[in-house]
Nanobody, 120 residues
Framework: QVQLVESGGGLVQPGGSLRLSCAAS????????MGWYRQGPGKNRELVAT???????NYADSVKGRFTISRDNAKNTVYLQMNSLKPEDTAVYYC??????????????WGQGTQVTVSS
């Protein structure tokens, strides 16, 4: 009943930029935290950045100063602006959202993932 649809991945050269988007749709009462995670080749999924409904943000040390997370609450959308990309940023990026589908029910949802490849 709730879907997260990501877009914006692709191939970029080192030092380049990409912007990821994730739109939530469906039976949404309220969205709490939204964020981005990534899973590189042979690695575990790791947190990249999160944003609470109040606007507080948190970043992995490896992306601080290069990535920026933002939200458009009216559109139920979260963005990840990625600058100064490095080959080690290559991964599948997943959107995550903690969504209340009613006053009493909160569910953690994941997007399908979007590939980001940083290579010359």
């Amino acid at each position: 009943q709730v879907q997260l649809v990501e877009s914006g991945g692709g191939l970029v050269q080192p030092g380049g930029s990409l912007r990821l988007s994730c739109a939530a749709s469906g039976s949404i009462f309220f969205i709490n935290a939204m964020g981005w995670y990534r899973q590189g080749p042979g690695k575990n999924r790791e947190l990249v950045a999160t944003s609470t409904s109040a606007g507080s943000t948190n970043y992995a040390d490896s992306v601080k100063g290069r990535f920026t997370i933002s939200r458009d609450n009216a559109k139920n959308t979260v963005y990840l602006q990625m600058n100064s990309l490095k080959p080690e940023d290559t991964a599948v990026y997943y959107c995550n959202a903690a969504i209340k589908t009613s006053q009493f029910v909160s569910v953690n949802y994941w997007g399908q993932g979007t590939q980001v490849t940083v290579s010359s």
